[in-house]
C-alpha cells in the first residue's frame, strides 16, 4: 500500500485527515510534496485533446485546495492560446 512509502509524520497526518476528508492545514503542508508528486504522476498520465485551431481551450481544476498545484504547475503547462483556467474549491 502507499501508505508504507510514507514517512511517520505524513501517515499520521492521513490519518487526521480520513475521517472526514476536511482539509487540515496543518496535514496539508505535511503532505503537500507528497501531493505534489502524486499529482505529477497522474498529470503525466494524461493526454489532453488538442484543441482545435482557431478556438480558446478553457480549463478547470475542480479539488484545488489553495491553488499553488494549479498555479506552479498546471498554469505554465496550458497552451498560450488559452483563454482561461479556473480553479474551484469549496
Known amino acids: ?7 511517520r509524520e505524513s501517515a499520521k497526518a492521513i490519518m487526521r485527515l480520513q475521517p472526514t476528508w476536511n482539509l ?3 496535514a496539508y503542508e505535511i503532505l503537500k510534496p507528497w501531493v505534489h508528486a502524486e499529482n505529477l ?3 503525466d498520465m494524461v493526454r489532453f ?3 482545435a485551431v482557431g478556438t480558446e481551450p478553457q480549463y ?4 484545488c485546495g489553495p491553488g499553488s498545484f494549479t498555479k506552479e504547475t498546471l498554469l505554465p503547462r496550458v497552451p498560450p492560446e488559452c ?3 479556473v480553479a474551484v474549491d469549496r
Not at 500500500?1 to 514517512?7: G, I, K, Q, V
Not at 478547470?60 to 479539488?63: F, L, R, S, T
Open 60 to 63: 478547470i481544476d475542480v479539488g
Open 83 to 85: 483563454r482561461r483556467l
Open 41 to 43: 504522476k497522474a498529470l
Open 49 to 51: 485533446a488538442q484543441p
Open 1 to 7: 500500500m502507499w501508505a508504507s512509502r510514507l514517512s
Open 24 to 26: 487540515d492545514v496543518g
